[in-house]
């Protein structure tokens, strides 16, 4: 039936020819301005809780419901914006939590009531729920052989932002208040919607929805900006090369694989529900129960690390002096440790850079979950405020090139059908980590029990560690597949 055979080339064989150039510089700076939001929209939760209940007389447990609505909030954004990227496209999935993250977080700086401002803050959480769709769709522009480093150059604008949201908090809080900072920490969401029409579909996500010519145009279009060519032939999806390659030997297995990467793809056609289903196969199952420990363990130390940078400070003066402290918010030394230990974040982000290609996804981050374990260590008996800032330092650094990492070996493991999806489901069971952080690190540290809260996330990063030696694939310098 056929003639002579014709010339093909795959997303990643093109990806390759074409390089990192321009194209690829406006994916990673636009969705990197996504990342510098939803960081700054979590830093500016160890500001606004205290400033709040110092406002309105809240008690330590309601000022922890104002961090934890935002990540029930993000459990459920991140499972239901997996979905949407997955079945409907990448632009369409941060197109909708753009819109819903720059509304409500700007709508939150005039919350009248305590009410109102948990419902606009789990609204803010709803949206930042897709931030994991943003690191799927600039992965998926990647070449391969690099694409570990640049994974880890992009985390550098969560850094940014954090880093902007503590300098900010220190220069208006005192002055202005926490409304003016919610609302400034909006402002990069908006930037996403100016920029929108701008933005491509991922080709990996068209190629694997069959919209080839679609996926050829925009690899035209990057091959353009970047000064390149593609390969010769025609563009094909890796359900082709599986169904080519099989039919030369066995007609009937080809019709077997058909089946069975129509049934991969039916997730993303006919709802989430499927689309899950498929990360609890028999192939995947170990790998996601596993992925979920380790993205809520890190959640979990992460943000608790955060929190704890302020509530030790205020808590272990409280605890000694017997008494509550309750003007904390315009204290100038919990702005000052903030900023600090928000610089952090770069010498993680150099580790992380350095070690992801050389030692492998799975080495890299159980040795920094570890070292994060031993940081943390000392801070389960009080001490003194040097060595509480030099631990928490520490363990931040070690902490986020762990989070780094595991945001990079997560969407390596599954096939663009179901990338997103994934990445989703493990950030929402992440974000149960979020959610019960800040009753351990507020609620806990106020009540004097600095040892109980220590000795919790301990336990927490020592078994995120372990999991991570568990993990049955190891994924550095392999390529991604289509199902």
Request: charged share 15%; proline share 4%.
């Amino acid at each position: 039936m056929m003639g002579e055979e014709e010339d093909t080339y795959t997303v990643d064989e093109a990806l390759i020819k074409l390089g990192f150039g321009k194209f690829q510089a406006f994916v990673l700076f636009y969705a990197g301005m996504g990342w510098i939001g939803e960081a700054m929209e979590m830093m500016l939760l160890s500001f606004v809780g205290p400033a709040v209940q110092n406002e309105w007389n809240l008690s330590a447990q309601k000022e922890s419901m104002i961090t934890s609505v935002v990540f029930v909030g993000m459990l459920i954004g991140a499972y239901s914006w997996g979905i949407v990227s997955d079945t409907y496209g990448r632009r369409k999935g941060f197109l909708f939590t753009a819109i819903v993250t720059s509304t409500a977080g700007f709508l939150s700086a005039l919350a009248p009531n305590y009410a109102s401002l948990l419902f606009l803050r789990f609204m803010v959480g709803i949206g930042l729920g897709g931030g994991p769709v943003l690191w799927s769709w600039f992965l998926e522009f990647v070449p391969a052989p690099n694409r570990g480093t640049w994974m880890v150059i992009f985390s550098t604008f969560w850094t940014i932002g954090t880093i902007f949201e503590a300098s900010i908090a220190w220069a208006i809080m005192p002055k202005l208040g926490w409304r003016w900072l919610l609302a400034l920490s909006s402002l990069p969401s908006f930037v996403l919607l100016l920029f929108y029409q701008a933005t491509p579909e991922s080709p990996r996500y068209l190629c694997m929805k069959g919209c080839t010519n679609d996926a050829t145009d925009i690899l035209n279009k990057m091959a353009t900006e970047n000064q390149t060519s593609l390969p010769p032939g025609r563009l094909i999806s890796d359900s082709q090369i599986e169904l080519t390659e099989i039919t030369d030997s066995s007609m009937e297995t080809a019709h077997l694989v058909s089946d069975q990467d129509q049934n991969e793809n039916f997730g993303t056609k006919n709802g989430g529900l499927k689309a899950v289903t498929i990360l609890l196969t028999p192939k995947h199952v170990r790998s996601t129960l596993l992925l979920w420990m380790v993205f809520l363990g890190n959640a979990f130390a992460y943000y608790g690390i955060v929190l704890l940078t302020s509530e030790l400070n205020n808590g272990n003066k409280d605890c000694k002096m017997k008494e509550v402290k309750s003007d904390h918010s315009n204290d100038d030394g919990l702005y000052k440790n903030v900023f600090i230990s928000s610089f952090a974040e770069i010498p993680g982000l150099f580790i992380s850079a350095l070690i992801v290609d050389k030692l492998g996804r799975k080495l890299s981050m159980s040795s920094m979950l570890f070292t994060s374990f031993l940081f943390m260590g000392p801070l389960v008996f009080y001490q003194s405020e040097v060595l509480t800032a030099i631990s928490l330092f520490g363990a931040r650094v070690c902490i986020s090139a762990s989070f780094t990492i595991v945001y990079i070996y997560a969407p390596e493991i599954y096939p663009t059908s179901v990338r997103a999806t994934g990445i989703g489901v493990a950030s929402s069971v992440g974000r149960i980590g979020g959610i019960l952080c800040p009753l351990v690190a507020v609620a806990l540290v106020h009540g004097c029990h600095q040892t109980i809260a220590l000795l919790l996330f301990e336990l927490v990063i020592f078994l995120s560690g372990l999991a991570v030696c568990f993990f049955p694939l190891e994924t550095t310098g392999c390529n991604l597949n289509d199902t």
